[in-house]
């Protein structure tokens, strides 16, 4: 996925690269290269976000099911 990723992203170049003007160019690159992956690592992001906030939860309840502590116990 990412290398078809990083082709793309060169094919963007190209084609803002041979634009008629620097504003042409920036715009092709910022909306068809720029925006697309900024919005791509955020959705993988996201998923991401969520596994983790699910595993926290998940962690919190086995802990607090447990009666042991962390701190040892003298005798």
Not at 31 to 56: D, N, S, V, W
């Amino acid at each position: 996925m990412m290398i078809a990723w990083i082709g793309y992203l060169y094919v963007i170049l190209m084609i803002a690269a041979t634009s008629g003007s620097a504003v042409k160019g920036l715009s092709i690159a910022f909306f068809l290269g720029i925006f697309p992956t900024l919005i791509m690592l955020y959705l993988m992001g996201m998923r991401l976000r969520k596994k983790r906030a699910e595993e926290a939860t998940l962690h919190a309840s086995a802990g607090n099911s447990s009666p042991q502590s962390d701190t040892p116990t003298e005798h």
